[in-house]
């Protein structure tokens, strides 16, 4: 699988002036041969959670076809994140809504090439006390689909940082695992040691998408990255906006599993038994 990062500065508020720039990155990174683009946490409004509890749901079936068509038109997977807005009878909305409320999530949604939804999710650990006034907590474990040749899962930014989401994902069936995230300056330990390491223990390849520049005053570091299933570095972005590309194939994931066989050791009824 020939992964594309986009890393780059959403405009926050502009939804058609983000998704023009998701159209830009999806073209590249196609010529590219690219198979899947994953893009930064909530680029397509920007990441604002402050603004984000007043997004008008009607407004989804517009992003989704947008998405779909940005796929489809240039021949490749494209994985977006934006703000959800699920009520319980919506087909997205299993779970974690009850009958007659609406719920607002920060989502992502996996296109196919021919640009059918294929993998949704919703972020579980919200970061701060801002996502947590603008959001609710999705509730769902990761799951995963094929894409590529290779089975593929999606967690959101945060959900990185705790290790039992990548296990959770792994233990799915996951050989790739995508996260659009939107991490500040000045923490680089978060892709230079978490993400290398989650990718490590499991035995994934992990791609990181990240933000640049200011957004609604919060500065993104970029420092996106592509981490072999060995916990090796593939790509690394610096601070401006680009697009990251490297490949992951079954053999690299299948050398890293052999050569450090943290899976198929795991004790999990003796943890249990911890509890």
Known sequence: MRIAVMQDKAVVGDVDANLAITDRRAGEAAARRADVLVTPELFVTGYAPKRLHTVDPTQQIDIAGALAATAARHGIAVLASYPEVATADAPAARGGVAPGETARHIAATLFDTDGHPILHYRKVN???????????????????VELAGMRVSVIICFDVEYPEMTRAAALAGADVILVPTALTAGVDDVP??????????????????????????LTFGGGSVIVGPDGGLLAQGGDGAELLVADITRDDVAAARDAVPYLAKLRRDTYASWR
Not at 198 to 214: M, T
């Open 192 to 217: 230079q040691v978490l993400v290398r390491a989650r990718a490590l223990e499991n035995g994934v390849g992990l791609a990181y998408a990240n933000h640049v520049g200011v957004e609604d005053g």
């Open 126 to 144: 919200l970061f701060d006390d801002d996502e947590a006034a603008a959001f609710s907590s999705g509730t769902d474990a990761p799951t995963t």
